[in-house]
C-alpha cells in the first residue's frame, strides 16, 4: 500500500518545494487579476451594468486553478507516463467535439471552444499539455531507435493529427505554438539535425502555413496590414494601432493604475489578448519592465527544473512546458508592440480567460513537482 502511495505522491520534504518558481506565478497571476479588474472595466460596464463582472469571474478561475497548481505539484510526474497516449487521446477527442454542431461554438469565426452554459473550455489548451506528455512518453520509450530524424516521424504523427484538427478550427496560433512545443522537446531529445531531412520539412512547412494563410482572406489581411501599418488605421490596423497609443502614452512610469484611456473600448476587449498594453499605459516603461523580469525569471526557474531532472521524461515535459510559456509570453508582447502580425495568442497569467487560467496553473502544478525530483 505504502509503495503505491509513493507511486502516485511526489518523494520529497516540504523544503523541497521551488517556492521561487512558485511565487513567481503568484506575483504573476496577482498582477494579471489586478490588470483585468483595470483592463475590463468599462467593458463591463457598458455590456454587463457591471465593472467587476471580469474580475470576479477570473478571480473564482484563479482561486479553483491555485488549488489545481498545489494538488497537481503533489503527484507525481512520472504518473502520466502511463497514462500518456489516454491523455492524448481524450484531448483529441475534446478537440473534434469542438466541430460538431451543437457542442462546439464559434466565437469571431473561429470554431475552438466548447460551450458549458457557464463558461466555455478550449480543448486545445488542455492538447498543449497532453502533447507535451504523449511526445515526452513516445521518445522514452523508443529512445534507442531514434537514431536519425527518420526515427521522429512516428511522434511527429502526434503533432500533425493535431495540426489538421486544429485547420478546421481556424485555429493558427495553436498550431504555431504545437509546432514550437514539438521542435523544441525533439531538439532537447538529442534529435540530430540533418539537412537531407531538415531542407524538405521547411519547405513543407511554408507550403503547409503559406496554404493556411490562403485559406482564409482574413489572416493574409493582417499580413499586408503589419507589412502597411500606416494604412487602413480605421480597419485591419486598429487594433494594433490602439494598442500602440496605449504603450506610447504610457511613458516611463505610466498614467497609473486603473487610468487607462484606451480601455474606453479604443482598444476592443482589452482584457483579452491585448492586456499588456493596457498594463504599459498603466504601469509605464518601469512597470511594464518588471512584469517582463518576472516572466523571464519564471521561464527560468521553468530552464533549470528541466536542466536539473534526474529523468529524461520529466526532463522533456518541463522543458515542453517551459517552451509553451516562453513561446505564449514572447508572441503576445511582440503582437502587442505591433513586432509581428496579430494572433490569436493570450499573455499567461494576465489574459482574461477562466478554463485557460486553470490549465496553465495546472501545468504549472506539473512543473513544481518536477523540481522536487531536481538535484539540489
Not at 124 to 143: P, R, W
Not at 262 to 288: M, R
Request: with cysteine; proline share 2%.
Amino acid at each position: 500500500m505504502d509503495k503505491k502511495k509513493n507511486d502516485i505522491t511526489s518523494i520529497g520534504s516540504d523544503k523541497s518545494f521551488d517556492f521561487k518558481l512558485f511565487f513567481s506565478v503568484m506575483i504573476l497571476l496577482c498582477m494579471g487579476l489586478i490588470m483585468v479588474a483595470s483592463a475590463s472595466s468599462y467593458y463591463a460596464l457598458t455590456e454587463f451594468n457591471n465593472s467587476s463582472h471580469f474580475l470576479i469571474r477570473q478571480l473564482i478561475f484563479a482561486i479553483i486553478g491555485v488549488i489545481v497548481m498545489l494538488v497537481v505539484s503533489k503527484i507525481n510526474y512520472r504518473v502520466y507516463s502511463k497514462f500518456a497516449y489516454i491523455i492524448y487521446g481524450i484531448s483529441l477527442l475534446l478537440m473534434i467535439l469542438v466541430l460538431v454542431p451543437g457542442i462546439g461554438t464559434e466565437i469571431n469565426g473561429a470554431r475552438r471552444w466548447i460551450d458549458l452554459e457557464i463558461t466555455t473550455f478550449q480543448p486545445s489548451e488542455l492538447m498543449k499539455i497532453a502533447l507535451c506528455i504523449v511526445l515526452s512518453t513516445y521518445i522514452v520509450n523508443n529512445y534507442k531507435k531514434l537514431t536519425s530524424m527518420l526515427g521522429y516521424v512516428v511522434p511527429a504523427l502526434f503533432f500533425v493529427i493535431v495540426c489538421i484538427v486544429m485547420f478546421f478550427q481556424n485555429h493558427l496560433s495553436g498550431m504555431v505554438i504545437m509546432a514550437f512545443i514539438t521542435g523544441v522537446i525533439f531538439l532537447a531529445s538529442g534529435m540530430k539535425l540533418e539537412a537531407k531531412y531538415v531542407i524538405p520539412l521547411l519547405i513543407i512547412g511554408c507550403l503547409a502555413i503559406g496554404g493556411f494563410l490562403f485559406a482564409k482572406g482574413f489572416r493574409m489581411d493582417r499580413i499586408t496590414s503589419f507589412l502597411n501599418p500606416e494604412e487602413d488605421i480605421t480597419g485591419g490596423n486598429w487594433q494594433a494601432s490602439q494598442s500602440l497609443y496605449a504603450v506610447g502614452s504610457g511613458g516611463l512610469f505610466g498614467r497609473g493604475l486603473g487610468q487607462s484611456r484606451q480601455k474606453y473600448l479604443w482598444l476592443p476587449e482589452a482584457q483579452n489578448d491585448f492586456i499588456f498594453a493596457v498594463t504599459a499605459e498603466e504601469l509605464g516603461f518601469v512597470g511594464a519592465t518588471a512584469i517582463i523580469g518576472v516572466f523571464a525569471y519564471f521561464v527560468i526557474r521553468g530552464i533549470r527544473t528541466a536542466l536539473k531532472c534526474n529523468d529524461l521524461f520529466g526532463m522533456l515535459v518541463a522543458t515542453g512546458i517551459t517552451a509553451m510559456f516562453a513561446f505564449q509570453i514572447i508572441i503576445n508582447i511582440a503582437v502587442v508592440t505591433k513586432s509581428m502580425p496579430v494572433t490569436g495568442m493570450p499573455l499567461p497569467f494576465f489574459s482574461y480567460g477562466g478554463t485557460s487560467l486553470v490549465i496553465n496553473l495546472a501545468a504549472v502544478g506539473i512543473l513544481l513537482n518536477i523540481s522536487r525530483h531536481t538535484a539540489k
